[in-house]
């Protein structure tokens, strides 16, 4: 496997893992591998935007299939968290997956829009856009600081 592609397969597992509730920094992987000068800028940007969205996806599904287990130990969201995520997406609905890249929130919002049973395809957009922003947000300055 090419240097370049590794990097890529790293920072999209890197960034899908940190989307799940696993802990997980992949804005760092990203800043190394563009200090290091891996990979081209469009495809790191690919890379964790996809990983990051699709590691939402999962806990999305765990929200929608699994929802009926919330009261388990091993549920992804404390209940106290699912209420308090609940009553917020209720109150601002479908915009607020656009915060799903916010640590800790995020997680919690992307499990309580699968037990709304919010459309999956919806879903990936609007946490795919926000996840893209964020990571467009720590490219600008880190690609500033190479240039300096």
């Known amino acids: 496997m090419s240097p370049e592609l590794l990097a890529y397969v790293g920072l999209f597992w890197s960034a899908f893992l940190a989307a799940t509730l696993l802990p997980g ?11 290091a000068g891996a990979g081209n800028p469009w495809g790191l ?11 939402s996806v999962v806990n999305w599904l765990c929200g929608r299939f ?4 919330r009261d388990r130990r091993w549920f992804p969201v404390s209940p106290l968290q699912l209420a308090r995520w ?3 997406f209720q109150r601002y ?3 607020s997956l656009f915060f799903a890249w916010v640590p800790v929130i995020g997680d919690a919002l992307t499990v309580v829009a699968g037990t709304f049973r919010v459309p ?16 467009v947000a720590i490219m600008l ?3 500033a600081l190479i240039d300096a």
């Open 141 to 143: 300055p880190t690609y």
């Open 45 to 55: 940007l690919a890379s964790a935007t996809v990983g990051n969205t699709l590691g």
């Open 66 to 69: 699994l929802g009926h287990y």
């Open 25 to 35: 920094a992949s804005e760092a992987v990203l800043i190394a591998l563009m200090l």
């Open 86 to 88: 609940s009553a917020i």
């Open 120 to 135: 999956l395809l919806p879903f990936t957009v609007l946490v795919g856009i926000g996840k893209l922003g964020r990571y």
């Open 93 to 95: 609905g479908l915009p």
